[in-house]
């Protein structure tokens, strides 16, 4: 079944501490993104790729970065963890008229 | 630029109306609504796009105005699983999409 994934669902990790968000899809999507929520808030952007070596930065500032090697797979990293990362990622992937977000990962920074 | 919802919260009866706005300080080509659950991720709703029709899926519809940059999103007859945050999205002619405030909604029985 065509679906998106992201590993891990829950993370708790010390400051300084360099950390990977993995997302994979297999539904053939050319497009995909990563959004940064806060409990309860809005969805902001901080990442996005349209293919294969194709990466942007989105509407809000990140300090991660993010790679797309293979066309399933767009990890997002984390370089030295800070409690100001804390927050809910969730990667998405679509067409440009319909996005198929993954469940998320819960990051806490401590 | 990120466009603007409200109300911000909305508390409904099964069975009462509810109507979402949208609205942009920009100019609008399209609009995408998603629903977002109490720990889960967003859903798709629909699009509406410049110049379309308005659209409905199952008795939840929504409008585009695009003069007065502005969506709407009709809940009618609601029921509790219409409980959760919903989004209005907007791409700008774009392929990456700007989320909206959000908007909450309980729904009881």
């Known amino acids: 079944e065509a679906d998106i994934y992201q590993t891990p669902r829950y993370l708790v990790i010390g400051t300084g501490k360099k950390i990977t968000l993995e997302c994979s899809q297999t539904?053939?999507?050319?497009?995909m993104y990563w959004y940064q929520q806060d409990p309860g808030m809005e969805l902001h952007l901080i990442h996005y790729?349209?293919?294969?070596?194709?990466?942007e930065k989105g509407d809000l500032s990140s300090e991660s970065t993010v790679s797309r090697i293979r066309t399933e797979h767009f990890p997002l990293t984390l370089e030295s963890a800070r409690p100001s990362h804390t927050s809910q990622y969730l990667c998405?992937?679509?067409?440009?008229?319909?996005?198929?977000f993954g469940p998320g990962t819960r990051l806490t920074v401590t | 630029q990120q466009p603007v919802q409200s109300p911000q919260a909305v508390i409904l009866r099964e069975g009462e109306d509810a109507v979402i706005n949208c609205s942009s300080s920009?100019?609008?080509?399209?609009v995408h609504w998603y629903r977002q659950k109490h720990g889960e991720a967003p859903v798709f709703l629909m699009i509406?796009?410049?110049?379309?029709e308005q659209k409905g899926h199952d008795k939840i519809s929504a409008s585009f105005n695009e003069k007065k940059q502005q969506s709407s999103l009709y809940l009618t007859a609601s029921q509790l699983s219409y409980s959760g945050t919903y989004f209005c999205g907007t791409d700008f002619n774009t392929d990456k999409l700007i989320f909206g405030t959000g908007t909450r909604l309980q729904v009881f029985p």
């Open positions: 539904m053939g999507h050319d497009k």
């Open positions: 509406l796009l410049k110049g379309g």
């Open positions: 920009k100019a609008l080509y399209s």
């Open positions: 998405a992937c679509g067409t440009g008229l319909e996005q198929y």
């Open positions: 790729s349209y293919g294969v070596n194709s990466t």
